[in-house]
């Protein structure tokens, strides 16, 4: 609905909108979104593109068992243009990154609204869990996971994840340490939160992996 709203308001297309007043403005210069690659025939973007991939088992009877064998080959092709705005860009962990980073130091909202998204959501946690003697909550905020310790208000990590056919990905933000880390698998399986805490790690003290 908002997507429509921008459109109906701006004479614009979602996309032109959002690269022209967010991803221009914050130096996203690796950020396109599918439309791009479809409609306007940009060759170089479609040979940018990574290739994704998926694990395919195989189980093959031999005598009196069953061998199974696993895989990684190239995932279907999933045309991903007709998600926006909820989806259907193609970005650069670095831009993705950038992106975060300038969501949650300022430079896109302003302080009223900011701390709206983070207080939205729902107020209970939706997780809960013990880390190096710490316990620590998860609240769900308007689009962001919000990690503090059990009993305070202290935001200690902002993050989101994200996943489609072959691939996968997360982003985290930690205020404290001014750190932003993302990263971007082309496997839908890909460890993304396990390699976050350990590149967050080398910048963090004390680690939180």
Known sequence: MLGIIIEAVSGQTYATYI????????????????????????????????????????????????????????????????????????ATARDVARFARAVHTGKVFTKPTQNLIYAGGR?????????????????????????????????ERIAHTGGAVGGAAMVAHFPSKHVTVCVLANVQDGAVEKTMYRIASLFLDPPMF
Do not use: C
């Not at 395919?56 to 705005?85: C, D, F, H, N």
């Not at 939706?126 to 919000?146: F, K, P, Q």
């Open 19 to 90: 690269k022209e007043n967010l991803f221009d403005r914050i130096g996203m210069k690796n950020t396109f979104s599918e439309a791009d690659k479809i409609f306007n025939g940009n060759v170089d973007l479609a040979r940018r593109k990574s290739v994704q991939y998926e694990m395919r088992s195989t189980a093959v009877q031999r005598e009196y068992k069953t061998i199974t064998t696993a895989e990684y080959v190239p995932a279907p092709s999933v045309e991903m243009s007709g998600k926006l705005p909820a989806g259907g860009f193609m």
């Open 123 to 155: 107020p209970e946690p939706v997780d809960e869990y013990t880390l190096n003697d710490t316990t620590y909550t998860i609240h769900y905020a308007l689009g962001w996971r919000l990690r503090r310790k059990k009993g305070e208000m202290k935001v």
